[in-house]
């Protein structure tokens, strides 16, 4: 089912498999900062491993559980006695490298074996078996292939957690990371019994109406420079905490405003303290906006980037607005 499954991926899944049988207590965590991927799969992996052994089976998250994900998680359950854990196993999932672990980094020299299943390109093989694959669109796809190549049973509960890891990653199946066999795997996760709407409503129809009127409220207030082509929103924080909102819950904002025709740059400003602000850009056709993310000290793509300023809300926007001008005033 799998396009190219080679030798090595099917060795590394039977040894998975075979860590699992020979382990008695396991671990599963994901990267810093969840998203539906991490969340889908770490959750997808539990729940498989819960159900179809007993055993210790542990599982972590490093970051706030956003808004739309709070119903898979029993954030009871999440693992925070891990200083002086020792694991048999531990599975990481979704993640590229040592440092994308946060505090669960240090399991690391706490297990005796450590698996990581993961698509990132960047993945540094630091685990004892890498079942990494970058041609494939999720970490949850990915999952999806081992059960099936492993002969095992999936769930609804499992299905609707990797359906949900496929459809946040590969953004509801639009970005070049979706293939054909990704639409072979919802189909089958749907005969399983997912309930497609219920869970688009879950994850994209469920934003708080608090992080909506902060939402509002900033939309409302771009600032625009260069014959618009450069947008400017500000997060504050008497936005939120006006709205009684959550600041990593605004979301969507720096697309928003580079959906505006005009525009070639597109900024987001949060205020995490009155001297420290949070860029995020993104940019249009030959624009690298990478490049001023370095000069400072931030990292990211040609068309998406973020850093930080040592400075208010007002004096990083003037700060950007001068360094952009080289890009927008032709
Ligand atoms: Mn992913």
């Given at each position: 089912m799998m396009n190219q499954m080679n030798q090595k991926m099917k060795n590394n899944i039977k040894e998975f498999f075979n860590e699992i049988n020979n382990s008695d207590k396991i671990c599963v965590i994901g990267h810093i900062a969840p998203d539906g991927d991490c969340i889908g799969s770490v959750m997808a992996l539990y729940e498989f491993l819960k159900t179809e052994f007993d055993k210790d089976i542990r599982f972590g998250f490093d970051g706030k559980i956003p808004y739309n994900f709070?119903?898979?998680?029993?954030?009871?359950?999440?693992?925070?006695?891990?200083?002086?854990k020792k694991f048999d196993l531990l599975v990481v999932l979704d993640c590229g490298d040592e440092e994308r672990l946060g505090k669960y980094k240090s399991l690391i020299p706490n297990s005796k074996k450590i698996i990581c299943v993961d698509h990132h390109k960047t993945n540094t093989e630091f685990a004892d078996i890498n079942i990494v694959d970058p041609t494939i669109s999720s970490t949850g796809e990915l999952l999806f292939h081992m059960l099936k190549f492993g002969n095992k049973q999936i769930s609804l509960k499992m299905a609707e957690y990797i359906y949900t890891a496929i459809i946040t990653d590969t953004g509801n199946f639009s970005y070049s990371s979706t293939s054909s066999t990704t639409h072979r795997v919802a189909s089958e996760l749907i005969d399983i019994g997912v309930d497609v709407a219920k869970i688009d409503n879950q994850i994209y129809?469920?934003?708080?109406v608090s992080t909506v009127k902060a939402y509002i409220e900033c939309i409302s207030n771009i600032n625009f420079y260069y014959n618009n082509k450069l947008g400017i929103a500000k997060i504050s924080d008497e936005i939120v905490k006006r709205n009684n909102a959550n600041i990593n819950d605004i979301e969507g904002i720096v697309e928003f405003i580079r959906e505006?025709?005009?525009?070639e740059i597109s900024c987001v400003l949060k205020e995490y303290n009155p001297a420290l602000t949070k860029v995020s850009l993104r940019s249009k056709n030959?624009?690298?906006v990478s490049e001023i993310s370095k000069k400072f000290e931030g990292g990211g793509h040609a068309k998406a980037a973020g850093f930080q300023i040592n400075g208010s809300l007002k004096e990083s926007e003037a700060i950007l607005v001068k360094e952009l001008e080289v890009y927008l005033n032709k």
């Open positions: 709070k119903s898979y998680v029993d954030e009871k359950l999440i693992l925070t006695d891990f200083e002086d129809n469920s934003k708080p505006i025709n005009e525009v030959d624009i690298d």
